[in-house]
């Protein structure tokens, strides 16, 4: 039973997937939503990374994680290398954790 839902499943998203491809000179989408779709992504991976940062299981995550979060932004708003930025957040949130804040 759980192989035929995986085999379902499998054949539903191939099928959205080559849906886009096919029907992309069929179907015309007005500007206004194509502008509509693009700020909806952006708001959906602001509010991702704004729960990420602030929750935790079903409460506030504490103000060390959010402190990461911003200094990794800073860093990353800088232009430095990806490493950099991990490494920067990882710390700030490591070292305040270490001086006691939550």
Do not use: D, N
């Amino acid at each position: 039973m759980t192989m035929v839902a995986v085999l379902a499943l499998a054949a539903g998203t191939y099928g959205f997937r080559l849906a886009g491809p096919l029907l992309r000179k069929r179907l015309e989408i007005p500007e206004r939503v194509r502008r509509l779709l693009s700020m909806a992504a952006c708001v959906l991976l602001v509010a991702l990374v704004a729960t990420a940062t602030f929750t935790q299981g079903h409460g506030f995550a504490g103000w060390s994680r959010p402190a990461g979060v911003l200094v990794g932004a800073v860093v990353a708003w800088r232009r430095l290398p990806f490493v950099v930025v991990v490494v920067a957040a990882a710390g700030t949130t490591a070292c305040l954790r270490l001086l006691g804040v939550s």
